[in-house]
């Protein structure tokens, strides 16, 4: 089986020379892929399990249909869209603006996962740095980017529109270390799938 899967139609996701992965004694396939038009329903279910404030069908759409920087992926696991992640591409920067996952998902290093994959990926289509925004009281989020590399650089007041809440931003550099990974090893093969 092949595990990265792209749909020509929006844009192409990168191969992955490891791309499925077992944790924690789980037995379910991972698979990461481009995300087209038809998971939006499931994105938008789980973005309603996750989010105060959700993005609509319709943002989703936007950004797979207009945005030139947006690169959007799904991770299944046996066939079920268990999470997602999407980020903006501007030069060598590369900023988070979604990922989560389904709450039957969580606590199972499914998310440390699904965004060294988005970390991955943004380093081997020329990104350098990413960043990201996480409200300030969210400790579990902030604990998996601190693993990760990020570190906190600045504040957003008053950035998340349901309830005035402050952002934390964070940065990580795109290294190996960061990411997991010796310069070679599990490194992104160039083409489309």
């Given at each position: 089986?092949?595990?990265i899967?792209?749909?020509?139609?929006?844009?192409?996701?990168?191969k992955?020379?490891?791309?499925?992965?077992?944790?924690?004694?789980?037995?379910?396939?991972?698979?990461?892929?481009?995300?087209?038009?038809?998971?939006?329903?499931?994105?938008?279910?789980?973005?309603?399990?996750?989010?105060?404030?959700?993005?609509?069908?319709?943002?989703?759409?936007?950004?797979?249909?207009?945005?030139?920087?947006?690169?959007?992926?799904?991770?299944?696991?046996?066939?079920?869209?268990a999470g997602?992640?999407?980020?903006?591409?501007?030069?060598?920067?590369?900023h988070?603006?979604?990922?989560?996952?389904?709450?039957k998902?969580?606590g199972?290093?499914y998310?440390?996962?699904?965004l060294?994959?988005?970390?991955?990926?943004?380093r081997?289509?020329?990104a350098?740095?990413?960043?990201?925004?996480?409200?300030?009281s969210?400790?579990?989020?902030q604990?998996?980017?601190r693993?990760?590399g990020?570190?906190?650089?600045?504040?957003?007041?008053?950035?998340?529109?349901?309830?005035?809440e402050?952002a934390?931003?964070?940065?990580?550099?795109?290294?190996?270390?960061?990411?997991?990974?010796?310069?070679?090893?599990?490194?992104?093969?160039?083409?489309?799938?």
């Open positions: 089986m092949t595990c899967r792209s749909s020509r139609t929006i844009r192409s996701w990168p992955r020379k490891r791309s499925c992965w077992r944790l924690r004694g789980e037995s379910d396939e991972m698979e990461y892929r481009l995300m087209n038009l038809d998971d939006i329903a499931a994105i938008v279910e789980i973005e309603q399990e996750a989010f105060t404030a959700p993005w609509t069908a319709e943002a989703f759409r936007n950004e797979l249909t207009n945005n030139l920087f947006a690169k959007y992926m799904v991770m299944e696991l046996d066939g079920d869209v997602y992640g999407g980020m903006w591409l501007i030069i060598d920067e590369a988070v603006t979604n990922i989560a996952l389904r709450a998902y969580q199972r290093g998310g440390k996962a699904l060294r994959e988005l970390m991955k990926t943004a081997y289509l020329g350098r740095r990413m960043t990201l925004e996480v409200r300030v969210n400790d579990r989020a604990s998996l980017y693993k990760m990020f570190t906190p650089s600045g504040v957003r007041p008053n950035y998340y529109s349901d309830n005035m402050d934390l931003i964070m940065w990580a550099d795109l290294n190996p270390e960061n990411i997991g990974e010796s310069e070679t090893a599990g490194a992104l093969e160039g083409g489309e799938a």
